[in-house]
């Protein structure tokens, strides 16, 4: 199969950092009207870890990212490449290159890319074409996302639902393959329903060149048209990893989803058919942390003991864009 074309992959160090500022649904309640008891029965939020400044994405990446590879057994300097799965860059430039120089990865090239939320998965796919093709031999994938910068605070349809933090993984390539297969897709044309969108006006520079001058506007989503694409999609996309694994749900042994709301996650493990003891949550201590929260709760679970080597794990990603996909892997060495 095209997939599995080339070397091996094993992905075998994880690392996570969240900023140590909680705020909880009530103290969320006295800046906006809301209450714990909504925001809990309809997300099963309870509380979120902010960034505060100084604390920059930087400065969350890189402990994640030095626990990923301390796990990994490497040194800084084996480390070839860096992706940096982000909406929320330091600079928009691309963050990842002062990562690079944070962790001393001197060999390492490094970039961002953005897919919002699926972010961690388009970011695993991607490292992993480079190691199949035998370009590099050992990489270094960072989902963070500060979206508290980006959310307005007096919307309580969206800022009940973000939290800030980091997740990294070291892939690595291998004689046995454990990334078993994914699928990834796209759709531009919902794309209205989460946006973190740029708005400028003109200004003239002379006679008729002019430029836009603007900034990024806070997010905004459609909620119920987001909850119902994830729905109805991650299922089918994990349906269609799954195929291109040669697996079935039954080989399933952990879902980790992008941690958006307990709902979601409930009503895809239902479709699935994939018990509720499966399905790692910790969306109650952090919320959404965008292209973070699926190797945060990756982490909790390996560091727990909860996943152990060689069980096999359905991760999917969605959000903007918008963006859904799915990658089936057993975790660690092998
Ligand atoms: N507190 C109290 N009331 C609220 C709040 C709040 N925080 N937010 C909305 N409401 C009110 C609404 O105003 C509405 O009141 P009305 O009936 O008087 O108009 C009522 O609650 C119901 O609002 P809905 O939007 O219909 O609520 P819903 O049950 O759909 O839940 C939610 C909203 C939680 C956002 C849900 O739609 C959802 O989870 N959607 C998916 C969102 C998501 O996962 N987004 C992230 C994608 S990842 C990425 O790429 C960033």
Known sequence: MVQHAGRGIVITGSGSAVPTMALSNQELSQIVDTSDEWITTRTGIRQRRLAAPPQSLVDLAVPAAEAAIAMAGLAVTDVD???????TPDDLFGSASMIQARLGATQAVAFDLTAACSGFIFGLVTG???????TYQNALLIGADIL???????????????GDGAGAVVLQTADRDRLL?????????QN????????GDPQSLTGPVAVAKGTYQPIAMNGQEVYRFAVKRVPEVIEKALYRAARSVEHIDWLLLHQANQRILDAVAQRLKIPAEKVLSNLAQYGNTSAASIPIALDEAVRQGKIQPGDTIAAAGFGAGLTWGAVIFQWGPG
């Open 192 to 199: 209205a329903c989460l946006t973190l969108a740029y708005q």
């Open 148 to 162: 508290s910068r980006w959310v307005d605070w007096g919307d309580r349809r969206t800022c009940v639902l973000f």
């Open 181 to 189: 297969g994914f699928e990834l897709r796209s759709d531009g044309t």
């Open 81 to 87: 490449l860096i992706i940096l799965a982000t909406s």
């Open 128 to 134: 992993a074409q480079y190691l199949r093709a035998g």
